[in-house]
């Protein structure tokens, strides 16, 4: 998701509003038990500030339901997101933003960092976050704003990240992806294996890239590193030479004719393969999910050099006090029991804790989303048309190999402005 955004907010929530009902795949899931919500003289209400990755109607009425806690989601970009709490921090109560982002707003001072000793769930994320590596011990690549690099600050009022685990931590852990080339194989009709494909002059046209700087910069590092122009020392943190060769391939490609378009926003992304505009591109597994919900080929294309990935959380804004903060502690608990957990599984995206998350899918739904194996029964989207025949397997198997095979992450380069512009200038070239 992004950025985020990344994934940008609005087409995202659109993507949720789309398929809500997702969550009912699996029949008896039912509410998460344990949240009595009992009627209180002063309502409840928080302001959710986020890129849509993790909103949906469902998940606030199921909130609403267990906890009494209203959320009001603020929907922006990863860009405006970020711009919002640089200057407008009593403008919401809890954030969503991505880990690449927290380079930018720690040393702000605008967002409060949480007790992990408040989160009932903390000791059950997934060693992704904290240890930078799979339930089953595989290293993850840890090139870019790896989510480990930034999770914990010094102390409660700290604006330094701590390279070892504190009490206090920068964003809880919610959602993450792992995310790759999406591809129409009913008009490519032959394997495609690496990114470097990308730039392949057979698809002249016909292929497109995310135009989000912090995101599409690492895609594009993963292209040209796959066609043996250049090997970065690290992608996630480009020197300004590297910055300016990585910007001159692509604008080579595109002066050649190669895009068809730059997208940034979700529904841009669907449309432009839907459509057969595009048959390569950057892409985010829930989108190649709606793709494939409208009865359209479309694959998620796991690739030999490995996955590029982002990750999200919840922090709070500096102006959160009393109450309120005791809310945003309710709510991130909640958040984390399983309810939501299960609702994005079921976009194609990854929990925070998988324990709480598969206890709320159907053995069928957590064997085909996250262990790699052939469905055995059919899986639909929420409209009820066929999403997955019985017998389908997810493209790139299971969480294992696919979290396993990241090889970088979004970021924020210590270059990133002279990026962003270089970046800017490629898009308008």
């Given at each position: 998701?992004?950025?985020?955004?990344?994934?940008?907010?609005?087409s995202?929530?659109?993507?949720?509003?789309?398929?809500?009902?997702?969550?009912?795949?699996?029949?008896?899931?039912?509410?998460?038990?344990g949240?009595?919500?009992?009627?209180?003289?002063?309502p409840?209400?928080?302001?959710?500030?986020?890129?849509?990755?993790?909103?949906?109607?469902?998940?606030?009425?199921?909130?609403?339901?267990?906890?009494?806690?209203?959320?009001?989601?603020?929907?922006?970009?990863?860009?405006?997101?970020?711009?919002?709490?640089?200057?407008?921090?009593?403008?919401?109560?809890?954030?969503?933003?991505?880990?690449f982002?927290?380079?930018?707003?720690?040393?702000?001072g605008?967002?409060?960092?949480?007790?992990?000793?408040?989160?009932?769930e903390?000791?059950?994320?997934?060693?992704?976050?904290?240890?930078?590596?799979?339930?089953?011990?595989?290293?993850?690549?840890n090139?870019?704003?790896?989510?480990?690099k930034?999770?914990?600050?010094?102390?409660?009022?700290?604006?330094?990240?701590s390279?070892?685990a504190?009490?206090?931590?920068?964003?809880?852990?919610?959602?993450?992806?792992?995310?790759?080339?999406?591809?129409?194989?009913?008009?490519?009709?032959?394997?495609?294996?690496?990114?470097?494909?990308?730039?392949?002059?057979?698809?002249?046209?016909?292929?497109?890239?995310?135009?989000?700087?912090?995101?599409?910069?690492?895609?594009?590092?993963?292209?040209?590193?796959?066609?043996g122009?250049?090997?970065?020392?690290?992608?996630g943190?480009?020197?300004?030479?590297?910055?300016?060769?990585?910007?001159?391939?692509?604008?080579?490609?595109?002066?050649?004719?190669?895009?068809?378009?730059?997208?940034?926003?979700?529904?841009?992304?669907?449309?432009?393969?839907?459509?057969?505009?595009?048959?390569?591109q950057s892409?985010?597994?829930?989108a190649?999910?709606?793709?494939?919900?409208?009865?359209?080929?479309?694959t998620?294309?796991?690739?030999?050099?490995?996955?590029?990935?982002?990750?999200?959380?919840?922090?709070?804004?500096k102006?959160?006090?009393?109450?309120?903060?005791?809310?945003?502690?309710?709510?991130?608990?909640?958040?984390?029991?399983?309810?939501?957990?299960?609702?994005?599984?079921?976009q194609?995206?990854?929990?925070?804790?998988?324990?709480?998350?598969?206890?709320?899918?159907?053995?069928?739904?957590?064997?085909?989303?996250?262990?790699?194996?052939?469905?055995?029964?059919?899986?639909?989207?929420?409209?009820?048309?066929?999403?997955?025949?019985?017998?389908?397997?997810?493209?790139?198997?299971?969480?294992?190999?696919?979290?396993?095979?990241?090889?970088?992450?979004?970021?924020?380069?210590?270059?990133?402005?002279?990026?962003?512009?270089?970046?800017?200038?490629?898009?308008?070239?």
């Amino acid at each position: 998701m992004t950025e985020t955004t990344k994934k940008t907010g609005v087409s995202r929530r659109t993507l949720l509003k789309s398929t809500a009902g997702l969550a009912g795949l699996a029949a008896g899931s039912g509410a998460i038990t344990g949240f009595p919500y009992v009627m209180s003289a002063e309502p409840k209400v928080l302001r959710y500030l986020g890129t849509a990755v993790n909103e949906g109607d469902d998940i606030s009425k199921q909130c609403l339901k267990d906890t009494g806690i209203k959320i009001e989601y603020i929907t922006a970009t990863t860009d405006d997101v970020t711009k919002r709490v640089m200057t407008q921090p009593n403008s919401f109560d809890v954030l969503d933003t991505e880990y690449f982002s927290l380079k930018k707003l720690v040393p702000s001072g605008n967002i409060l960092a949480l007790d992990s000793k408040k989160i009932k769930e903390f000791d059950n994320i997934t060693p992704v976050f904290t240890k930078g590596e799979t339930p089953g011990g595989k290293k993850i690549g840890n090139q870019g704003t790896a989510p480990w690099k930034v999770l914990y600050l010094e102390g409660k009022d700290s604006k330094t990240f701590s390279k070892t685990a504190t009490e206090f931590v920068t964003l809880i852990p919610t959602v993450y992806n792992a995310d790759t080339l999406g591809i129409r194989p009913d008009i490519i009709k032959r394997p495609i294996s690496s990114w470097a494909e990308l730039l392949n002059p057979e698809f002249k046209g016909k292929a497109s890239i995310l135009n989000i700087p912090s995101i599409g910069i690492m895609d594009a590092a993963m292209v040209v590193e796959a066609t043996g122009k250049y090997k970065y020392a690290d992608k996630g943190n480009m020197t300004k030479e590297e910055i300016d060769l990585t910007m001159k391939v692509m604008t080579e490609a595109k002066k050649a004719g190669q895009f068809r378009a730059f997208w940034k926003d979700f529904n841009e992304s669907v449309n432009l393969m839907a459509s057969g505009e595009t048959v390569i591109q950057s892409m985010w597994s829930p989108a190649v999910t709606k793709v494939r919900s409208m009865g359209i080929a479309c694959t998620f294309q796991p690739l030999k050099e490995g996955y590029r990935s982002w990750a999200s959380g919840f922090c709070v804004s500096k102006g959160v006090s009393g109450p309120k903060l005791d809310w945003a502690y309710e709510f991130v608990n909640w958040f984390l029991s399983g309810y939501a957990g299960a609702y994005l599984n079921r976009q194609g995206y990854y929990s925070a804790v998988l324990s709480t998350a598969k206890a709320n899918m159907e053995p069928y739904e957590w064997a085909y989303w996250m262990e790699g194996k052939p469905a055995e029964k059919d899986i639909k989207a929420p409209d009820g048309s066929l999403l997955e025949k019985a017998g389908a397997v997810r493209d790139g198997g299971s969480y294992e190999e696919r979290m396993g095979g990241v090889a970088c992450w979004n970021a924020v380069m210590d270059e990133n402005d002279y990026m962003v512009r270089k970046w800017n200038e490629f898009i308008a070239a």
